[in-house]
């Protein structure tokens, strides 16, 4: 038989192999990648991105509840124009501010993983938690969590709210993220 056409039908059948021989991803694997996705997005923040802020006497309560906290937090000061309220930058609010144009509180990491599922063929699920790093000190400011329920649903959560990733499997048994993470179910 010639050596070159024993070479085709190797190749051949091989290609032929299911998904399952493949080399199959490992729990650190998983890790990684899910370390490698958290440490390229951007850390978590208030979002009030305009500075000062304005704030009118017909405004909802919210909108005020929300700069109030901020004061109480020591991040804003208010000053009073008629009807009207300015809030400003503190000093040190303002130096974190100009380095991301926000005010962030944390980074969001993995914790560890608790389950991996196969959901299709070559897809699997994974679930973990995660952890909170960076964590600004403000943040244990209770009126800020009152008015940012956000902020408070996410550091609540830290260690303990479930979160799910979907990744597709390569033939070569590489990662690839198919959809981002997702909280599955609120526990704190």
Known sequence: MNLKYALFLLLSWVALLPDS?????????????????????????????????YSHAQDAPWITGRMQALVDAGLARETRQGENIVYQLTPEAEQAWRTTGDLCFARMELD?????????????????????????????????????SDVDNLIAGSSKTRYSATFRITKRGKLMLHSPPIPVELDF
């Open 21 to 53: 021989v493949w080399a199959q991803p490992t729990n650190s694997d998983y890790q990684q990648a899910l370390r490698d996705y958290f440490a390229a997005e951007p850390a978590h923040c208030l979002g009030v991105k305009q500075w000062p802020v």
């Open 112 to 148: 560890h993983i608790s389950m991996i599922e196969p959901v299709a063929q070559g897809m699997n699920a994974v679930y973990f938690t995660y952890r909170l790093t960076q964590l600004a000190p403000w943040t244990s400011n209770a009126s800020l969590r009152f008015a940012f």
